[in-house]
């Protein structure tokens, strides 16, 4: 994700420091990481059948966004709505496994 540049409304969702508590996590950036867990997990099942990238390429880009406060608060608030697999996944990559 280095290198990505994202739009006015979206510029904190990459941002390691933001104060969440004085600006709660905004519509545009719930909307984006949610599209993020669903790109998430359509390569993970892609390539759990060894379609696309290596699974340990997706593990640690998974624990790279999910560790940034934006990500992680809506992954909080969304993972009960996911599919076990991916929130195993996720939990397991965040947690250094």
């Keep these: 994700m280095l290198g990505v540049t994202l739009t006015k ?12 508590k004085s600006h709660p996590v905004t519509a545009d950036e719930t909307m984006f ?3 993020v867990i ?13 379609l696309v ?9 998974a624990k790279d966004f999910f560790s ?6 809506v992954w909080e608030e969304k993972k009960g709505y996911q599919n076990r697999i991916l929130v195993n996944f996720v939990e397991s990559a965040l947690s250094g496994g």
């Design 9 to 20: 409304e979206l510029h904190r969702v990459l941002k390691k420091t933001v104060d969440l």
């Design 38 to 50: 669903f790109q998430l997990y359509s390569a993970l099942r892609f390539s759990n059948q060894k």
């Design 33 to 35: 990481v949610i599209f």
């Design 68 to 73: 940034l406060p934006i990500p992680r608060a």
């Design 53 to 61: 990238v290596d699974i340990g390429d997706l593990r640690k880009d």
